[in-house]
């Protein structure tokens, strides 16, 4: 499983940077991607890198949020800045396409206003 790490309280307009380490395998092979979850809500995809470099936004979070990868440390980041009360939830990492036993228990953001 991946673990995201990095969330917590931050009120509207600032920064956080999450990190998800990955195993060595996984990362080289894998486009990565940041998920996030509210409550009550499906599970959105929001970012994501190639293995190459190339990243992809949803319309949400673009301009806003920068997603990386460290391949000698085989992470990946989201800086995300600029929040705002609507960008709480809780954050997952994964592969792009995601597999479905790599679903880790993410981390929670909440943005105050």
């Known amino acids: 499983q991946l673990q995201a790490s990095g969330g917590g309280l931050v009120q509207a307009g600032g920064s956080l940077r999450l990190s998800c380490v990955a195993s060595?395998?996984?990362?080289?092979?894998?486009?990565m991607g940041w998920y996030r979850q509210v409550p009550g809500s499906q599970r959105d995809w929001i970012a994501s890198i190639t293995t190459s470099g190339y990243t992809n936004y949803a319309e949400v979070v673009k301009g806003r949020f920068t997603i990386s990868r460290d391949g000698a440390e085989n992470t990946a980041y989201l800086q995300m800045d600029g929040l705002k009360p609507e960008d709480t939830a809780v954050y997952y990492c994964?592969?792009?396409?995601?597999?479905?036993?790599?679903w880790g228990q993410g981390t929670l953001v909440t943005v105050s206003s």
């Open positions: 060595g395998i996984m990362f080289r092979y894998n486009h």
């Open positions: 994964n592969a792009r396409p995601p597999i479905t036993s790599s």
